[in-house]
């Protein structure tokens, strides 16, 4: 018996920053009616990020309340700055039965999939360093910005072993057609089998 609740899915994006987890996460998240769950960050909006979209940002002592308070499932500090997921939006998905999806370095990735179990699909995408180093020149991201992301990148990649599924990205619409074939597999789109 397959019921809805079965299908419900946690389908975490992880990789190295620049890889397009965002790009086909999107992608994706659309064509599956699948909505973001939108971390909160204390770090400012970059040009162009939009608040509640991007990320929810709020400020030090907001996200320190917010802790104390126990609302997030999980909290990291990158960079200097610090981010979380909220329990509460994972958990009222889940209880209404809808799949979600999140991007998360392999921290996140790694916090989730104890918690969450079999309920929590890992997909790595990847980018050898210079390609992502270019996209994110190219997408007008700061030098020190870019050099932090780059110094994440060896340790990002060791995590493609972990995952459920890995993708290499050089052509965006192959790998978005890629994940969503994959995905087809758990989501069970459209099918209903309660027998
Ligand atoms: N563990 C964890 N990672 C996160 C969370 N939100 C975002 N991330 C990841 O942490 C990194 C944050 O770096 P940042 O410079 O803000 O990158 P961007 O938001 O991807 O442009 C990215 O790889 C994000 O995908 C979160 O709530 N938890
Ligand atoms: N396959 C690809 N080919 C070329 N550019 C890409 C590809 N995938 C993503 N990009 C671009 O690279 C940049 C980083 O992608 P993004 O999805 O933001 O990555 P991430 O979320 O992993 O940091 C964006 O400008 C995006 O349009």
């Known amino acids: 018996m397959v019921g809805r609740e079965d299908r419900n899915k946690i389908i975490v994006f992880t990789g190295p920053d620049g890889s397009g987890r965002k790009s086909v996460a999107e992608a994706v998240g ?8 939108v971390s909160f960050v204390t770090r400012l909006p970059r040009p162009g990020e939009v608040n509640g979209q991007d990320y929810h940002f709020i400020t030090h002592a907001t996200y320190r309340e917010m802790e104390r308070q126990g609302e997030f499932l999980e909290s990291v500090e990158i960079d200097g700055h610090l981010y979380g997921i909220r329990s509460l939006d994972i958990e009222t998905k889940l209880s209404d039965h809808e799949s979600l999806y999140l991007i998360l370095n392999h921290e996140g990735a790694g916090i989730l999939k104890k918690i969450y179990g079999d309920k929590v699909i890992r997909l790595f995408l990847y980018a050898d360093r210079r390609t992502v180093e270019e996209r994110e020149r ?8 870019i050099a932090k992301h780059l110094s994440h990148y060896d340790g990002e990649m060791e995590y493609r072993g972990s995952c459920e599924h890995a993708f290499e990205n050089y052509d965006l619409g192959q790998t978005t057609y890629e ?7 758990y989501l069970q789109r459209d099918l209903v089998d309660k027998d």
Do not use: R
Request: charged share 25%; aromatic share 4%; proline share 0%.
């Open 30 to 37: 659309q064509t599956f009616g699948m909505d973001k769950i």
């Open 138 to 145: 190219k997408l007008g991201l700061a030098e020190d910005v």
């Open 179 to 185: 994940i969503t074939n994959t995905l087809e597999a």
